[in-house]
């Protein structure tokens, strides 16, 4: 039953996405094109709220359903890991025109040939779980 509570939140999720044009290949485009901020917006809103939560969880010591204690560890601090990681998702996100979430979404909603993006996904997380030992962190 699990299972169900978390495909209603998926699939409200999606909806969400969708109706505020989140998931849309023009809007993406606008962003990286400087003349929009409808999707600044939706990330502006979306880092405040990651924010808020985090900090209401490590404050409040949250339990999940189990009655364990929600540890979120501090990210480790560096530079130059997350401006390379950060480059090579923005540049993909730009070239594709996508992120990974929608990706799902997008299928779902009948883009089928976003299925080859799906599959590069898959493929660029296999060669990262390959060479991640070797990389600098």
């Keep these: 039953m699990k299972f169900i509570k978390y495909l209603l939140v998926g699939i409200i999720f999606g ?3 969708t109706k505020s044009e989140a998931v849309s290949w023009y809007r993406i485009y606008e962003m990286f094109q400087f003349q929009s901020i409808h999707m600044y917006g939706i990330i502006t809103t979306a880092i405040i709220t990651g924010v808020i939560g985090i900090q209401l969880f490590k404050r409040n010591q949250v339990k999940d359903v ?3 204690l929600i540890n979120i560890p501090d990210k480790d601090k560096g530079f130059k890991n997350y401006l390379i990681g950060g480059t090579i998702f923005g540049l993909g996100w730009g070239m594709i025109g996508t992120c990974p979430g929608p ?3 997008l299928i779902g909603a009948g883009f089928y040939a976003v299925g080859i993006i799906f599959l590069g ?9 390959l060479i991640k030992d070797k990389l600098p962190q």
């Design 66 to 68: 189990d009655g364990t």
């Design 121 to 129: 996904a898959l493929a660029g997380t296999f060669c990262y779980g």
């Design 15 to 17: 909806i969400v996405l």
């Design 103 to 105: 990706i799902f979404i």
